[in-house]
């Protein structure tokens, strides 16, 4: 039955999305077809899938394809296939807003884009799929029926605000989408996409690879003329990778990822014998905007004997090396496979378990190979990497090796753990580093001065996962990590000890009153107070215990709700510090001064703040201080 046409308004999202495509900034406008074929090809899958799973579904499979028509006169595109084809509902869903995560974030981002290349770089990265027709359409029209189902769907929209729909009677099984061209690209041959040679072209050179036959009518022939095939459908990682060049594993990519950019690297994977499969598997050169949100998906689908059997596959690949793209194609396994099946699979096990180690030794190769490459890669997905180190026990080493971390070496350029292995000074024992917010507050932070004074280098740890993994990866190479800002320690070699111990003893006794008297002032916000080996300018510190949590794991811990009982430090003092000595005449010949109980208050409070941390009663700080300043003047 034919409902009357409704007129329906495209979600705020995807009106904003289409205005970019009228205007169209992105300047390869030939990707648009790569979309829609890319679209079709989908549809085809799905339904082969679908038709597999469901013996009684009432659809045709017999010959699926997809066709592309051009009609110069009527100046019109249409790319049809016989695949899935979409209700009402889905049409409106799928096509009438957009459901990618990270939309929002990509348009704030669009509109403090400053000029054009930033603009397209943006697009490039989000890749906007069907919406790249109004790139050279001004008019789209959309027809479809779900298979298995009888009412028919048209759709149409200028691409301005709003679109409308209508049920209609007769529709064929699958999508037709045909594109109203924009006459102002009439003109231009390089544009002209009602050319069956410029569209052959653009099939030929972005959808080769696609398995489906991809048929055009003969030129200028009429409706008689005899459909002929333009891609060549063999799948590419079942070709030998001799045949297949660059630029077909680049559009493959962009195929399999809905990503406009080229890949960073191309990995391929074959293994023959009792259990065959071959792997194609894609590095981006980009994060994508979603990485770390919750619905983020994997990017691995898995093929059985060439049929597409499911997009993010969750079995192949772990969760922190979720940017990673590409196809799976497995022999052995029935076509009926379910998620849950594949968990359980040991030759799904197997498949992925070589998978990890083979992205891993590939950014292994790409670190002395290619460092330029490398840097791209870990800026963009080291983050996520980092995350294996708490997952992936088997591969701990591996991933400690090829990851970096920025480092007071050089400010520039970060380190990986081996050189830093390399650089260490005699008699290091441990790998150092320190947790922290900023690369600024860490460098500038109090725990520092010993360090710099000595020339010991001391990773710069800022991201957030960096404060858990560090607790529970025990060290590279036989070295401990131990944080600066944590526990004892001991910079000294074994000989400036002895020439220091008489000293040091002699210290411990001068300070012993002081020590006591403060931790029991201070008792409230330190579990101790103790000298100092770490400071060299700053009087005072705070150190966590060995075992304790950092301030920044605390304050992330109860953000997520947890209770944590309070967590109190140790408060370290530097001897040498002239505030410090005179503190501690001062409690020696006045032990009831109570102004000195603020004086060890403000000392504490100060040590805080140069670590970058916040006083719980800054307003009773700065009493206390202005109170001492004024003294002064
Ligand atoms: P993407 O392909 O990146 O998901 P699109 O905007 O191109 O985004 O398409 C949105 C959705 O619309 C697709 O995921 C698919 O579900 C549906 N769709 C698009 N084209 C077709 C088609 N030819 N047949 C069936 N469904 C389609």
Same mark, same amino acid.
């Given at each position: 039955?034919?409902?009357?046409?409704?007129?329906?308004?495209?979600?705020?999202?995807?009106?904003?999305?289409?205005?970019?495509?009228?205007?169209?900034?992105?300047?390869?406008?030939?990707?648009?077809?790569?979309?829609?074929?890319?679209?079709?090809?989908?549809?085809?899958?799905?339904?082969?899938?679908?038709?597999?799973?469901?013996?009684?579904?009432?659809?045709?499979?017999?010959?699926?394809?997809?066709?592309?028509?051009?009609?110069?006169?009527? !100046?019109?595109?249409?790319?049809?296939?016989?695949?899935?084809?979409?209700?009402?509902?889905?049409?409106?869903?799928?096509?009438?807003?957009?459901?990618?995560?990270?939309?929002?974030?990509?348009?704030?981002?669009?509109?403090?884009?400053?000029?054009?290349?930033?603009?397209?770089?943006?697009?490039?990265?989000?890749?906007?799929?069907?919406?790249?027709?109004?790139?050279?359409?001004?008019?789209?029209?959309?027809?479809?029926?779900?298979?298995?189902?009888?009412?028919?769907?048209?759709?149409?929209?200028?691409?301005?605000?709003?679109?409308?729909?209508?049920?209609?009677?007769?529709?064929?099984?699958?999508?037709?989408?045909?594109?109203?061209?924009?006459?102002?690209?009439?003109?231009?041959?390089?544009?002209?996409?009602?050319?069956?040679?410029?569209?052959?072209?653009?099939?030929?050179?972005?959808?080769?690879?696609?398995?489906?036959?991809? !048929?055009?009518?003969?030129?200028?022939?009429?409706?008689?003329?005899?459909?002929?095939?333009?891609?060549?459908?063999?799948?590419?990682?079942?070709?030998?990778?001799?045949?297949?060049?660059?630029?077909?594993?680049?559009?493959?990519?962009?195929?399999?990822?809905?990503?406009?950019?080229?890949?960073?690297?191309?990995? !391929?994977?074959?293994?023959?014998?009792?259990?065959?499969?071959?792997?194609?598997?894609?590095?981006?050169?980009?994060?994508?905007?979603?990485?770390?949100?919750?619905?983020?998906?994997?990017?691995?689908?898995?093929?059985?004997?060439?049929?597409?059997?499911?997009?993010?596959?969750?079995?192949?690949?772990?969760?922190?090396?979720?940017?990673?793209?590409?196809?799976?194609?497995?022999?052995?396994?029935?076509?009926?496979?379910?998620?849950?099946?594949?968990?359980?699979?040991?030759?799904?096990?197997?498949?992925?378990?070589?998978?990890?180690?083979?992205?891993?030794?590939?950014?292994?190769?790409?670190?002395?190979?290619?460092?330029?490459?490398?840097?791209?890669?870990?800026?963009?997905?080291?983050?996520?990497?980092?995350?294996?180190?708490?997952?992936?026990?088997?591969? !701990?080493?591996?991933?400690?090796?090829?990851?970096?971390?920025?480092?007071?070496?050089?400010?520039?350029?970060?380190?990986?753990?081996?050189?830093?292995?390399?650089?260490?000074?005699?008699?290091?024992?441990?790998?150092?580093?320190?947790?922290?917010?900023?690369?600024?507050?860490?460098?500038?932070?109090?725990?520092?001065?010993?360090?710099?004074?000595?020339?010991?280098?001391?990773?710069?740890?800022?991201?957030?996962?960096?404060?858990?993994?560090?607790?529970?990866?025990?060290?590279?190479?036989?070295?401990?990590?131990?944080?600066?800002?944590?526990?004892?320690?001991?910079?000294?070699?074994?000989?400036?000890?002895?020439?220091?111990?008489?000293?040091?003893?002699?210290?411990?006794?001068?300070?012993?009153?002081?020590?006591?008297?403060?931790?029991?002032?201070?008792?409230?916000?330190?579990?101790?107070?103790?000298?100092?080996?770490?400071?060299?300018?700053?009087?005072?510190?705070?150190?966590?215990?060995?075992?304790?949590?950092?301030?920044?794991?605390?304050?992330?811990?109860?953000?997520?709700?947890?209770?944590?009982?309070?967590?109190?430090?140790?408060?370290?003092?530097?001897?040498?510090?002239?505030?410090?000595?005179?503190?501690?005449?001062?409690?020696?010949?006045?032990?009831?001064?109570?102004?000195?109980?603020?004086?060890?208050?403000?000392?504490?409070?100060?040590?805080?703040?140069?670590?970058?941390?916040?006083?719980?009663?800054?307003?009773?700080?700065?009493?206390?201080?202005?109170?001492?300043?004024?003294?002064?003047?």
């Amino acid at each position: 039955m034919t409902t009357p046409i409704e007129t329906l308004e495209f979600q705020s999202e995807a009106r904003q999305l289409l205005q970019l495509m009228i205007h169209s900034i992105y300047s390869n406008k030939d990707t648009f077809l790569r979309e829609l074929v890319s679209n079709a090809s989908d549809a085809l899958d799905k339904l082969r899938l679908e038709s597999y799973r469901d013996k009684d579904l009432d659809a045709d499979t017999s010959d699926l394809h997809v066709t592309i028509e051009t009609d110069p006169a009527e !100046r019109t595109l249409t790319v049809r296939d016989n695949g899935i084809g979409m209700t009402r509902d889905e049409v409106i869903a799928l096509i009438g807003t957009i459901a990618k995560s990270g939309t929002a974030d990509f348009l704030t981002k669009l509109k403090e884009a400053k000029d054009a290349a930033a603009s397209q770089d943006l697009i490039g990265q989000f890749g906007v799929g069907f919406y790249a027709s109004f790139m050279v359409a001004d008019k789209v029209t959309l027809v479809t029926r779900r298979a298995g189902t009888t009412e028919g769907v048209r759709w149409e929209s200028t691409g301005e605000g709003t679109y409308t729909i209508q049920e209609i009677e007769d529709a064929p099984q699958g999508t037709a989408v045909t594109l109203h061209l924009k006459p102002e690209d009439a003109e231009d041959h390089l544009y002209d996409y009602t050319s069956p040679a410029k569209i052959r072209e653009i099939v030929k050179k972005y959808s080769d690879f696609i398995t489906w036959p991809i !048929r055009m009518t003969g030129e200028g022939e009429g409706e008689d003329a005899k459909a002929e095939t333009v891609n060549s459908m063999k799948a590419l990682w079942a070709r030998s990778s001799s045949e297949v060049t660059e630029d077909e594993y680049h559009e493959f990519y962009k195929h399999v990822s809905h990503d406009w950019q080229d890949p960073l690297e191309t990995i !391929r994977l074959q293994a023959e014998g009792t259990f065959e499969y071959q792997a194609l598997l894609f590095l981006p050169s980009r994060a994508p905007m979603d990485l770390f949100m919750r619905e983020r998906k994997r990017g691995v689908q898995l093929y059985v004997k060439r049929v597409f059997i499911m997009d993010d596959c969750e079995s192949l690949v772990p969760e922190y090396l979720r940017f990673v793209k590409g196809v799976v194609d497995a022999q052995d396994l029935s076509l009926n496979v379910s998620r849950e099946i594949l968990q359980q699979d040991r030759q799904i096990q197997l498949i992925r378990r070589r998978l990890v180690k083979k992205v891993l030794s590939t950014v292994k190769t790409m670190m002395t190979a290619d460092a330029e490459k490398y840097a791209t890669f870990w800026q963009e997905f080291g983050r996520a990497v980092k995350e294996g180190l708490l997952d992936d026990f088997e591969n !701990r080493e591996a991933i400690l090796e090829i990851s970096s971390f920025a480092s007071t070496q050089d400010a520039e350029k970060p380190t990986s753990l081996r050189a830093y292995v390399e650089r260490m000074k005699d008699g290091q024992q441990h790998i150092y580093y320190m947790t922290g917010e900023s690369r600024s507050a860490i460098e500038n932070s109090p725990h520092m001065e010993a360090f710099r004074a000595k020339g010991y280098e001391v990773l710069v740890l800022t991201d957030p996962i960096d404060e858990m993994w560090v607790d529970a990866v025990p060290g590279f190479d036989g070295k401990q990590f131990q944080s600066i800002a944590k526990g004892q320690v001991d910079l000294e070699s074994d000989e400036d000890k002895k020439a220091t111990e008489v000293a040091r003893e002699q210290q411990k006794k001068d300070f012993e009153s002081l020590l006591t008297w403060m931790a029991t002032a201070l008792g409230d916000t330190v579990k101790e107070v103790r000298l100092s080996s770490r400071l060299t300018t700053s009087p005072a510190c705070i150190v966590g215990d060995t075992h304790d949590l950092t301030p920044t794991l605390e304050k992330m811990y109860r953000a997520m709700g947890q209770e944590l009982p309070p967590i109190k430090r140790i408060l370290e003092l530097n001897p040498e510090h002239a505030l410090v000595t005179g503190l501690r005449e001062a409690h020696a010949s006045r032990p009831d001064d109570e102004g000195l109980a603020e004086t060890a208050e403000l000392l504490y409070g100060m040590a805080l703040l140069a670590e970058g941390g916040e006083l719980a009663d800054p307003s009773r700080f700065i009493r206390l201080l202005a109170g001492r300043l004024e003294k002064t003047l």
